[in-house]
């Protein structure tokens, strides 16, 4: 059975204090592994899909990386609008669908 | 990707009746998909449906209790039956596209009941 498991569960942060959030995963086969950023209220929002190990991902202040066990999503320099729960996915080759396992979620909140 | 509409946004109910939740997205697509978030929890799915069959329901997921429509490759509902307040959650719409592995997302429907 596909596991995924986020930590920290919460991360406090000033606004451009750099860090990164962990997702480690165990899966039969990885197809892809999914970051998601949700603000309360509203569904989660697709940031990144990496395939492989050694693969990242760009997208202004963020960056998401990948090896064979976790994924890291990098965040340089926060801005307070970059609070939000952060949540990563992983999806196998097995099963007949293109379900998706997700981790409780980290939320971040970034301090002016 | 896709604009995926839910409604309602939200809803108050009353232990033992039904809320029908709806899912409209704005171009064709073969899967779409129910999961809900509980505090605290990972996003779970609830089952997967495709235009013209049976909707397939993860294990602790039953049709009797989460029934699903899917009419046509747009539009999707999700039936919560017999609710109580252990059913207080987010329920989310979600479909992806076979070109791509990325999975799309509706705003969500907050259900509190009482």
């Known amino acids: 059975e596909d596991q995924v498991t986020q930590s920290p569960e919460a991360l406090r942060l000033q606004e451009g204090e750099s860090s990164s959030l962990n997702c480690s995963y165990t899966v039969s086969g990885l197809r892809g592994l999914f970051w998601y950023r949700q603000d309360p209220g509203k569904g989660p929002e697709f940031l990144f899909t990496l395939y492989s190990a050694g693969e990242e991902k760009e997208k202004e202040r963020l960056k998401a990386t990948l090896t064979k066990k976790e994924s890291f999503l990098h965040i340089t320099a926060p801005k307070p609008e970059d609070s939000a729960t952060y949540l990563c996915?992983?999806?196998?080759?097995?099963?007949?669908?293109?379900?998706?396992?997700f981790g409780k979620g980290i939320t971040l909140s970034v301090r002016p | 990707s896709a604009v995926i509409s839910q409604k309602p946004s939200r809803d108050i109910c009353q232990r033992g009746t039904s809320l029908t939740i709806q899912c409209q997205v704005d171009s064709q697509v073969t899967m779409m998909f129910w999961y809900r978030q509980q505090p605290g929890q990972s996003l779970t799915l609830i089952a997967t449906?495709?235009?013209?069959?049976?909707?397939?329901?993860e294990s602790g997921f039953v049709i009797d209790k989460f029934p699903i429509s899917r009419p046509n490759l747009t539009f999707s509902t999700l039936t919560v039956s017999n609710m109580s307040p252990e059913d207080s959650s987010i329920y989310l719409c979600s479909v992806d596209f076979r070109s791509s592995p990325e999975a799309f997302f509706g705003q969500g429907t907050r259900l509190t009941v009482v």
């Open positions: 996915a992983v999806q196998s080759y097995t099963g007949a669908n293109s379900k998706l396992t």
């Open positions: 449906a495709n235009q013209g069959s049976e909707a397939t329901y």
